[in-house]
């Protein structure tokens, strides 16, 4: 019956883990999902999370979630991403739903455009996005477009090509927005950037789809990270905005997210919201309950809030720490060929070091050193004892 199913490629971030699981190396280094790894490199349990889950382990039912899942998570997590002084959330104009993580957040956005978006079936994506992007709108139903957004030369924004191409989209086009932490480049515009972001996406008419999966990440402050998003709607923009708990909680496998939509009146929003439901429904029925009842748990406790947000803090002064020790180390010690500043100055999870396809490759087959094969690293996967290692691996790459 399948005789004529094509092999596919494997996947460009999680093909990488696949590889890395196979090699027998020792000194093995895996740089490519973009996993938060503690100073040792083992997977970091977050005591706030560990505290949260603990209380409820074993006397939680296991019944089902509504469609749109748990509402103690939903509200607190717009909350979150919108602040509490929020006018949509104020007046009751925003429609969320809980989502299987950012990509379930992602999905049921892109879905819900292709069907009810008036004005336009095409979404514009940076270049370099997030290599899921393209596949979930795609498959979502919309057409995928690009706009300029990285500059190779300068390692930077292309602030004048993004403009250029943002203007030059037919009125009414969706354009998806990284809030912060831009995955894979770690270029992010400043706050100047973003409010005249607002005034070209208001000229032409244009809708903000935002992506936040890293909010904290960013700088280390859930309300800084939130500036894109919270600048939009104040400005009077109707935007969508998908959150992840994967990278701020540690929550990976549980799959805890957020999809919400400003509308203009409660009224507006029971209409969207009961057309969510009908969208979910047949997808996946209701979201696991597991992960939103950790993440409800800490949002809505003062006391694991406080401390949650000083190890979001932690993570991203640990991810800040081994930026400053890989540029010395290439630039100091080995003298790599290059400047190697970006790395410091990229933000998030991630560097684009700037290394090209056959220097990574010749870096996994040589030194089991993983990475995607853009150049980007999971600056998360470095700690004191592979740093070193990591540094000699491409000074010989670049060297060759
Ligand atoms: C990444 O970019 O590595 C993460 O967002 C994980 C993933 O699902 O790709």
């Given at each position: 019956?399948?005789?004529a199913?094509?092999?596919?490629?494997?996947?460009p971030?999680?093909?990488v883990?696949?590889?890395?699981?196979?090699?027998?190396?020792?000194?093995k280094?895996?740089?490519g999902?973009?996993?938060?790894?503690?100073g040792?490199?083992?997977?970091?349990?977050?005591?706030?999370?560990?505290?949260?889950?603990?209380?409820?382990?074993?006397?939680?039912?296991?019944?089902?979630?509504?469609?749109?899942?748990?509402?103690?998570?939903?509200?607190?997590?717009?909350?979150?991403?919108?602040?509490?002084?929020s006018?949509?959330?104020?007046?009751g104009?925003l429609?969320?739903?809980?989502?299987?993580s950012?990509?379930?957040?992602?999905?049921?956005?892109g879905?819900?455009?292709?069907r009810?978006?008036?004005?336009?079936?095409?979404?514009?994506?940076?270049?370099?996005?997030?290599?899921?992007?393209?596949?979930?709108?795609?498959?979502?139903?919309?057409d995928?477009?690009?706009?300029?957004y990285?500059?190779?030369r300068?390692?930077?924004?292309?602030w004048?090509?993004?403009?250029?191409?943002?203007r030059?989209a037919?009125?009414?086009?969706?354009?998806?927005?990284?809030?912060?932490?831009?995955?894979?480049?770690?270029?992010d515009?400043?706050?100047?950037?973003?409010?005249?972001?607002?005034?070209v996406l208001?000229?032409?008419?244009?809708?903000?789809?935002?992506?936040m999966?890293?909010?904290g990440?960013?700088s280390?402050?859930?309300?800084?990270?939130?500036?894109?998003?919270?600048?939009?709607?104040?400005?009077?923009?109707?935007?969508?905005?998908?959150?992840?708990?994967?990278?701020?909680?540690?929550?990976?496998?549980?799959?805890?997210?957020l999809?919400?939509?400003?509308?203009?009146s409660?009224?507006?929003?029971?209409?969207?919201?009961?057309?969510?439901?009908?969208?979910?429904r047949?997808?996946?029925?209701?979201?696991p309950?597991?992960?939103a009842?950790?993440?409800?748990?800490?949002?809505n406790?003062?006391?694991l809030?406080?401390?949650?947000?000083?190890e979001v803090?932690?993570?991203?002064?640990?991810?800040?720490?081994?930026?400053?020790?890989?540029y010395?180390?290439?630039?100091?010690?080995?003298h790599?060929?290059?400047?190697?500043?970006?790395?410091?100055?990229?933000?998030?999870?991630?560097?684009?070091?700037?290394?090209?396809?056959?220097?990574?490759?010749?870096l996994?087959a040589?030194?089991?050193?993983?990475m995607?094969?853009?150049g980007?690293?999971?600056?998360?996967g470095?700690?004191?004892?592979?740093?070193e290692?990591f540094?000699?691996?491409?000074?010989g790459?670049v060297?060759?």
């Amino acid at each position: 019956v399948w005789s004529a199913v094509p092999a596919g490629p494997p996947d460009p971030i999680l093909g990488v883990t696949e590889a890395f699981r196979a090699d027998t190396n020792p000194l093995k280094i895996n740089l490519g999902v973009g996993a938060y790894r503690d100073g040792s490199g083992k997977p970091y349990i977050l005591p706030s999370v560990a505290a949260a889950e603990a209380a409820f382990v074993g006397q939680a039912d296991k019944e089902y979630l509504p469609i749109t899942g748990l509402a103690s998570f939903t509200s607190a997590a717009a909350k979150l991403a919108y602040g509490a002084d929020s006018a949509p959330l104020k007046q009751g104009a925003l429609a969320v739903t809980q989502s299987i993580s950012g990509t379930g957040a992602l999905r049921i956005g892109g879905a819900f455009l292709a069907r009810f978006y008036p004005s336009s079936k095409t979404i514009y994506l940076p270049t370099p996005s997030w290599g899921n992007h393209t596949p979930i709108f795609r498959d979502s139903g919309l057409d995928v477009k690009q706009y300029r957004y990285f500059d190779k030369r300068t390692v930077g924004l292309d602030w004048a090509g993004m403009l250029d191409d943002i203007r030059a989209a037919p009125k009414g086009s969706i354009i998806l927005l990284h809030a912060c932490a831009h995955n894979p480049t770690g270029v992010d515009p400043t706050r100047a950037q973003w409010a005249e972001l607002s005034h070209v996406l208001k000229e032409g008419n244009l809708f903000p789809f935002f992506d936040m999966a890293y909010q904290g990440f960013a700088s280390g402050d859930i309300d800084a990270d939130a500036f894109a998003p919270r600048h939009f709607v104040q400005q009077g923009h109707q935007i969508a905005l998908c959150q992840s708990f994967a990278k701020n909680m540690g929550l990976y496998g549980e799959r805890v997210g957020l999809f919400s939509l400003t509308t203009s009146s409660p009224e507006e929003k029971a209409r969207v919201d009961s057309q969510l439901k009908i969208l979910i429904r047949p997808l996946y029925s209701n979201p696991p309950v597991h992960g939103a009842r950790i993440a409800s748990a800490i949002l809505n406790d003062p006391g694991l809030y406080k401390q949650w947000e000083g190890e979001v803090k932690g993570m991203a002064d640990r991810i800040i720490s081994m930026r400053t020790a890989l540029y010395n180390l290439l630039t100091n010690t080995h003298h790599t060929p290059g400047d190697w500043s970006h790395i410091k100055s990229q933000i998030g999870m991630f560097s684009f070091t700037g290394l090209t396809q056959p220097q990574t490759e010749a870096l996994a087959a040589k030194r089991s050193v993983y990475m995607t094969k853009d150049g980007r690293i999971s600056m998360a996967g470095l700690n004191e004892g592979n740093i070193e290692y990591f540094a000699e691996s491409v000074d010989g790459a670049v060297k060759g």
